[in-house]
């Protein structure tokens, strides 16, 4: 009796095991793609919002003539008296849309010149439009996402920067370039519900295969992890070793965001139940040892 005690129970501690480990897998593989999909859409938002955005801008006169550098109006005075009025309405704008966005740069590929609005210090932000703006093509992507990220960057709080181009007059040529930006540390809130069941890493890439966001914030791939594992056009949760790659592409903007981890990053929310159910296994085997001693002493006595 008490080897059959013995053995039923270690077989449904094993069949539960199974089930939990399983369980879990695939609850980590089912939070993975919901963490995915929610950064997605947050992108999706950014993008189209900066669109509306930048449409706006276009479709106001006042701001046109001043901001899109035509006519030379950045050196009149009407410029210059128009100037708060320009930037209240370009305020409106903008955080009548989304108020996530920090505000905006604007370079004229001719004389280089950069118009900027935004709060606060931008020095890292001009500094690094003022590089994209050397580069005509810049701006040239449509939706395309870049970082202002730099050694001395702190962790994830730098600017990302939907680029997009300005034409002249008669739309027939490309004059300069616009950059609408925010913070990345948006991204991280963005999930921010989700975050106790992210496993691994969760990382954005831009259409170039640039690094836009490391939820570790480190912006280095782990040791042993291949940075082509990540992307793979056949399969979209391509598996690397013991990497588990879970990728998303956006077709419209280009960016790829992946969530990447091993199967010992789930173990910490197995363990735990494992050790409980192992407990409730020995203290079951404890009661039928006893039960089994007791009933063995009585059948003797008689």
Request: overall charge negative; hydrophobic content about 40%.
């Amino acid at each position: 009796y008490l080897s059959i005690t013995m053995l039923t129970g270690l077989i449904l501690f094993l069949v539960f095991s199974a089930n939990l480990i399983s369980g879990r897998y695939e609850q980590a593989e089912v939070m993975s793609d919901q963490i995915l999909a929610t950064v997605d859409a947050f992108l999706k938002n950014k993008t189209e919002n900066a669109v509306s955005i930048y449409q706006r801008l276009y479709g106001e006169q006042k701001i046109r003539e001043a901001l899109f550098l035509e006519g030379g109006q950045e050196e009149s005075g009407r410029y210059a008296f128009q100037q708060q009025e320009i930037r209240q309405s370009v305020a409106n704008i903008i955080y009548g849309i989304d108020r996530d966005f920090n505000g905006l740069f604007l370079g004229k590929y001719e004389t280089g010149k950069v118009w900027q609005f935004g709060n606060g210090d931008m020095t890292v932000e001009t500094a690094y439009f003022s590089e994209l703006l050397k580069d005509k093509g810049a701006g040239r992507q449509k939706s395309a996402l870049v970082s202002s990220r730099n050694e001395k960057s702190p962790g994830n709080a730098f600017s990302l920067f939907w680029l997009g181009t300005v034409k002249d007059e008669s739309y027939s040529r490309d004059i300069g370039c616009i950059g609408l930006y925010f913070n990345a540390i948006n991204i991280k809130q963005c999930y921010k519900e989700y975050e106790e069941y992210l496993k691994g890493n969760l990382y954005v890439f831009n259409r170039d295969g640039g690094l836009l966001f490391d939820s570790s914030a480190s912006y280095e791939l782990p040791e042993g992890l291949e940075y082509e594992a990540l992307f793979s056009p056949e399969n979209g949760a391509p598996l690397s070793g013991k990497w588990v790659c879970n990728a998303l592409r956006s077709r419209e903007s280009g960016y790829v965001i992946v969530n990447v981890y091993t199967l010992g990053d789930v173990w910490p929310d197995i363990s735990g139940t494992l050790l409980f159910m192992l407990l409730i296994f020995a203290v079951a085997l404890v009661v039928a040892v006893g039960l089994n001693y007791v009933s063995s002493r009585l059948f003797v006595r008689r």
